[in-house]
């Protein structure tokens, strides 16, 4: 279980890093479109990591949500 929380902790920790660096990013028009496209593909390995750990897949649901609902803040968002 020790290895599961640690794992789920860098995953968030790598995701932390990954959010800050796409909301500066996002705000310039041009690069719009290829962030968001990498955000979607860091999202999926996001949860894809945090499938082989013990959460529980309530838990799962709810950040995949989350997830979702930054992504459509991100494209309304205006630059």
Same mark, same amino acid.
């Given at each position: 279980?020790?290895?599961? +929380?640690?794992?789920? $902790?860098?995953?968030?920790?790598?995701?932390?890093?990954?959010?800050?660096?796409?909301?500066?990013?996002?705000?310039? $028009?041009?690069?719009?479109?290829?962030?968001?496209?990498?955000?979607? +593909?860091?999202?999926?390995?996001?949860?894809?990591?945090?499938?082989?750990?013990?959460?529980?897949?309530?838990?799962?649901?709810?950040?995949? $949500?989350?997830?979702?609902?930054?992504?459509?803040?991100?494209?309304?968002?205006?630059?």
């Amino acid at each position: 279980m020790g290895q599961d +929380d640690a794992q789920v $902790k860098r995953t968030l920790a790598g995701f932390t890093v990954l959010l800050a660096t796409v909301a500066e990013l996002v705000r310039a $028009k041009s690069a719009r479109p290829a962030l968001l496209d990498a955000y979607d +593909d860091a999202c999926d390995q996001i949860i894809g990591e945090l499938r082989t750990s013990s959460l529980p897949d309530e838990q799962l649901q709810d950040m995949h $949500k989350a997830l979702a609902r930054l992504r459509l803040a991100f494209e309304e968002t205006r630059p």
